[in-house]
C-alpha cells in the first residue's frame, strides 16, 4: 500500500484543480447573481434584444403590431433573438430572458472547464478561468452582445469535436449554419479557419461541401441590402491616437469592469478601483501576450505547429489592427476579430502553466467586480445614453447597464392587456422591420 506521505503530494494537485474549479464556479454563480438580483439584466445592450425577442413572440403569436414586419432574408444576427421569442412564447419575456442569460453563464463555465482539460492538461482550472475573463465573459457579454457570446461559445465547443469530426461535411455544416445565424463576425472567423485548413491538410470536398449553404445564406444576406447604411470611420486624432485605441483595445481582455449609471461610475465613486483595475487589465494583456509568445516559441521548438489556426489566427489579429473604430455602424469591428483570433491561439498553443495560473487569478477581480454590481443599489430606472457621460471626467472600462432601461419597461408594461408597448427599434440587424432611433433618449448614436 503507498504511505500517506506518498500519497500527499498527489492529493495537492487534485486540490489545487478544485479550487480553480470552485472559484469558476463562483464567477458563474455571480455573474446569475448579477442577472438576477437588479430589475433587469444589467448588460447593456441585452434589454433591446429581450424586448424585440418579446414582440417576435407577440408577432407568432399572431398579434397584429402596426408597423413592424419580418425580414424575409436570413439574417445573420438573429438566433438569439429567434430563441427569445420561442421562450417568451411559452414564459413570460422577463423570465425567457433570465433563463436564457443564465443557460449561456452555465454553458461558458462548463465549456471553460471542457477546455481547459482537453487542451491545456497542466493548468485546466487556470485555464478556465482565463477563458471566462478574456473571452466568454470579456466585455462584449456585459455591452450585452448576447449573439456575438454565443458565436465565441459555437466557436470554442466546434474544438471539442475530434480532429476527425472536424473534416467531415455534416459537422461542418451544422456548425457553419448555426455560427451563421449567432453572428457574422464569428462566422467570417470560423469560415478562414476552415478555409485554411482545407487548402493545407487536403480537405477541399467536405469542407466545401459543409461551407456551402452558409455560404449561400451569406450572399442573399448581402444582395438583399440589409446590413444597414455605411458609414464612414470617425477620425481618432492621429496614428498615436489610433494606437492608443488599439492598446485599449486590447487591455478590455482583462478583469476589471467598471459599470457607470447616472451618478457615475468608478472613477468617481471609487476612484482606488478604477486606477488599480485599468492597471490590472493592463498588466493582464501583457501577461497574455507573453503566454501566448511562449507558446509558440515552445510549439515551434517541439514542431507542433498548428499552421492553418495560426494563419487564421495572424489573418485575424491584422484585420484588428487596421479596421477603424466604426464600419458599417458597427462600433470597435476589429475587437469582433480579436476575440475569435485570441480563442484560437489559447487552444492550439502550449501555454506555460505558471503564467496560466497567474492571469487566472484575475478571475478573482472580475468576481469582485461583478459582485459589486450585483449589490450595490443603483437607478435602475433612468436610462444613460453615452451622450450624457461627462466629457471632463475619465471613466475606462465603462458599461452602462441603465442604456436600454425604456425597453425593458415596455418588455414588461407590453405583457400587459391593452399595451401595445413598442418604441422604435435600436438596431436594424435585426429579424424585425420597423421604423430605427438609437437608445432610450431619441439621440442619434
Not at 177 to 186: D, E, R
Not at 206 to 227: E, K, N, S, V
Not at 387 to 413: G, I, M, N, S, V
Amino acid at each position: 500500500m503507498p504511505s500517506s506521505s506518498a500519497a500527499l503530494p498527489q492529493a495537492r494537485p487534485a486540490m489545487a484543480e478544485a479550487g480553480w474549479v470552485a472559484l469558476c464556479c463562483a464567477l458563474g454563480l455571480a455573474a446569475a447573481l448579477a442577472i438576477l438580483l437588479p430589475p433587469y439584466p444589467p448588460l447593456q445592450d441585452f434589454p433591446e434584444w429581450a424586448w424585440q425577442g418579446d414582440l417576435l413572440a407577440r408577432i407568432l403569436g399572431g398579434e397584429s403590431l402596426p408597423g413592424l414586419s419580418l425580414a424575409t432574408w436570413p439574417v445573420p444576427n438573429s438566433s438569439v433573438q429567434a430563441m427569445l421569442g420561442l421562450l417568451s412564447l411559452a414564459l413570460p419575456a422577463a423570465v425567457a430572458a433570465k433563463a436564457f442569460l443564465l443557460a449561456l453563464v452555465a454553458a461558458a463555465v462548463a465549456l471553460a472547464l471542457a477546455l481547459g482539460w482537453r487542451y491545456q492538461p497542466q493548468a485546466p482550472g487556470a485555464f478556465a478561468a482565463v477563458l471566462l475573463v478574456a473571452v466568454f465573459l470579456h466585455a462584449g457579454f456585459w455591452n450585452g452582445y448576447a449573439n456575438y457570446q454565443l458565436g465565441l461559445l459555437l466557436l470554442g465547443a466546434w474544438f471539442l469535436l475530434p480532429e476527425a469530426r472536424r473534416g467531415q461535411a455534416l459537422p461542418i455544416l451544422a456548425f457553419s449554419l448555426l455560427i451563421f445565424f449567432t453572428h457574422a463576425m464569428v462566422f467570417a472567423a470560423f469560415g478562414l479557419l476552415l478555409g485554411l485548413s482545407a487548402l493545407l491538410r487536403w480537405r477541399l470536398l467536405p469542407t466545401i461541401l459543409g461551407l456551402l449553404p452558409a455560404a449561400a445564406l451569406t450572399l442573399w444576406y448581402l444582395a438583399a441590402g440589409a446590413g444597414g447604411q455605411a458609414t464612414e470611420a470617425r477620425s481618432l486624432g492621429g496614428v498615436a491616437a489610433f494606437l492608443g485605441y488599439k492598446a485599449y483595445t486590447l487591455a478590455k481582455l482583462g478583469p476589471y469592469h467598471n459599470f457607470v449609471f447616472a451618478t457615475g461610475g468608478d472613477a468617481a465613486l471609487r476612484p482606488a478601483l478604477h486606477w488599480g483595475g485599468a492597471a490590472a487589465n493592463a498588466l493582464f494583456a501583457a501577461g497574455l501576450g507573453l503566454a501566448l509568445l511562449l507558446g509558440l516559441q515552445a510549439a515551434w521548438r517541439d514542431r507542433r505547429l498548428a499552421w492553418p489556426a495560426l494563419l487564421a489566427a495572424g489573418l485575424l489579429l491584422a484585420g484588428f489592427a487596421v479596421l477603424p473604430d466604426l464600419v458599417q455602424n458597427v462600433v470597435n469591428p476589429g475587437e469582433r476579430l480579436l476575440l475569435p483570433a485570441l480563442l484560437i491561439l489559447l487552444l492550439v498553443l502550449p501555454l506555460p502553466a505558471l503564467l496560466l495560473r497567474g492571469l487566472g487569478l484575475g478571475a478573482i477581480l472580475l468576481l469582485g467586480c461583478v459582485l459589486l454590481l450585483a449589490t450595490t443599489r443603483q437607478g435602475w430606472d433612468r436610462p444613460l445614453h453615452f451622450t450624457e457621460l461627462d466629457p471632463a471626467r475619465t471613466e475606462l472600462f465603462r458599461h452602462r447597464p441603465t442604456a436600454f432601461a425604456c425597453k425593458w419597461a415596455a418588455l414588461r408594461d407590453g405583457a400587459q392587456p391593452g399595451m401595445p408597448g413598442w418604441q422604435p427599434l435600436s438596431f436594424a440587424t435585426s429579424l424585425l422591420l420597423g421604423p430605427t432611433q438609437a437608445g432610450c433618449t431619441g439621440r442619434p448614436g
